[in-house]
């Protein structure tokens, strides 16, 4: 996928995780979404939170059909999906950047002094020093990219990332609305992406304009030849006709064995300039050449390399990190909630009431675990009646789920054997039993800190520890949010 793609990959993500309750997009049409585009993949070929192709082709595909059917939907929905942008260059910007280049390669590139082309009066060997220096350090940004060198600037475009997009939520004032919650999902997914594509085309845009400098340079070259016959001649206070000739010969060889051109060191002696005069100033076209072809090789077509390996290595770097978004839960939840439509799962409900309310949560926690179709029959377990129950109990499937009020302080005697005498009867008729604990946070969300919570979750892992398949939370989503909102 291109960063197009993986833009619109993250706008559903973050709509539908910053709108868990449906508001937006329904539950069904999003499981329609699903079910038209998953092409047999299943939840359990999920392993771990990188993405797969298979999983990113299946993104792709899903997004792309949310986007069709968005069309016509309320505008409710197109106006938060038009809030969700990212931080983004513009070409005018890097056109206009190379055009300022040129002009200031071509400005500086002055042949000399009346009609006299000195050699060394150019700014070329300053040009070429910095330019190998940028060169070496952007082989190891663009060609090693696990030097340290190449990921130096990689934090700036995180922090920059999250502090605009705190700064720009606040400036909009939407924190505790669903489109801010949205747009707050959005930002914290794609902008460090964003950042850190931008920052790699702006060393892309630097190399262009580099290469547009030196290309200014050259022009100058021919440009200020072509109304003027220069005559070229060198002097200098370092350098010997010996050191001089070595100088030449060095600098303009890779043009000489390109252009196929001789370096015409046996003029070096006449051309050398003292005392304000000069033996036999040479012709200064073959020096122009010289030149012009030592900037083509050392700095324009190096600096246009380099910008291409930045541009592909680009794509690799964004679809890395975006593969690295911790995709695992968000596609299990996508792909279970079109599954389990021939699974029959018991819930056993520990010294609770059903009401519509309760069910309405504990049916969130079952489709979320064995698939959006699954069918939940609740079985109430009155408290006290915990032996007799399970010694009459009979396993209608594999699949249990053992319910219990999560504000309950758990007991070996009473939470621990109960699941323990459960998960004895159904091996009596499943040789692999899917035995789920889910605690009944219904009320707690907006009494409880998040901390609670979790430490609460924790005393009911250890509690049923090497009994129970897993242990799952369920919460109203809604006061959820209200508790974040609040804190």
């Given amino acids: 996928m291109d960063w197009n793609d993986w833009q619109r990959v993250l706008k559903w993500r973050a709509l539908e995780e910053g709108d868990a309750d449906g508001l937006l997009v329904s539950a069904e049409r999003r499981r329609e979404a699903t079910a038209h585009t998953r092409a047999g993949l299943a939840s359990e070929e999920i392993k771990g939170d990188a993405l797969d192709d298979r999983g990113e082709m299946f993104l792709d595909k899903r997004s792309e059909w949310l986007d069709r059917e968005a069309v016509g939907w309320r505008g409710e929905l197109i106006r938060v999906l038009e809030l969700l942008r990212v931080p983004h260059g513009r070409w005018s910007w890097a056109v206009g950047g190379w055009g300022i280049a040129w002009v200031a390669g071509y400005g500086l590139t002055d042949l000399g002094q009346t009609s006299e082309f000195n050699l060394l009066a150019l700014p070329l060997v300053g040009l070429l020093a910095w330019n190998a220096v940028v060169i070496v350090l952007g082989i190891l940004c663009e060609i090693m990219p696990a030097s340290s060198m190449a990921g130096r600037g990689g934090w700036l475009a995180e922090v920059l990332a999250h502090g605009v997009s705190k700064f720009n939520a606040a400036s909009k004032q939407t924190e505790n609305s669903l489109g801010g919650a949205v747009r707050a999902r959005f930002e914290e997914l794609a902008w460090p992406l964003a950042w850190c594509r931008l920052q790699m085309r702006l060393r892309t845009w630097l190399h262009v304009a580099a290469a547009m400098m030196a290309l200014g340079g050259a022009t100058a070259l021919y440009a200020h030849g072509w109304s003027r016959e220069y005559r070229a001649v060198w002097e200098s206070t370092l350098l010997s006709e010996n050191g001089a000739r070595a100088f030449f010969e060095t600098l303009f060889k890779p043009a000489s064995v390109v252009l196929r051109t001789p370096v015409p060191l046996d003029q070096i002696a006449s051309m050398h300039r003292t005392g304000g005069k000069a033996d036999k100033p040479a012709p200064a076209l073959p020096w122009i050449h010289l030149y012009a072809g030592t900037l083509l090789v050392l700095v324009i077509a190096p600096r246009l390399l380099l910008a291409g390996i930045g541009v592909a290595r680009g794509g690799r770097v964004i679809s890395a990190r975006a593969r690295g978004l911790h995709w695992g839960g968000y596609l299990r939840g996508l792909l279970r909630a079109v599954e389990g439509g021939d699974s029959r ?82 091996l009596t008729k499943h040789a692999e039993p899917d035995l789920i604990v889910l605690l009944d946070g219904t009320s707690l969300a907006g009494r409880w800190s998040p901390e609670k919570i979790a430490g609460r979750e924790q005393l009911w892992s250890r509690t049923v520890e090497g009994l129970a398949t897993e ?12 508790h974040a909102a609040l804190s």
Avoid at 355 to 365: F, K, L, N, S, Y
Avoid at 367 to 394: K, L, N, T
Avoid at 471 to 482: F, L, M, N, T, Y
């Fill in 345 to 426: 799962v018991q819930v056993l409900v520990h010294a609770m009431e059903a009401t519509p309310m309760h069910r309405e949560v504990w049916d969130r926690g079952v489709r979320g675990r064995f698939g959006g179709m699954a069918r939940a029959e609740y079985v109430r377990i009155p408290a006290g009646d915990e032996d007799e129950f399970a010694a009459a109990w009979q396993p209608v499937s594999a699949q249990v789920v053992v319910l219990f009020n999560m504000a309950t302080t758990p007991e070996a005697e009473v939470q621990r054997r109960l699941v323990s005498d459960v998960r004895q009867r159904l």
């Fill in 471 to 482: 242990v799952i939370v369920a919460v109203r989503k809604e006061s959820a949010r209200d």
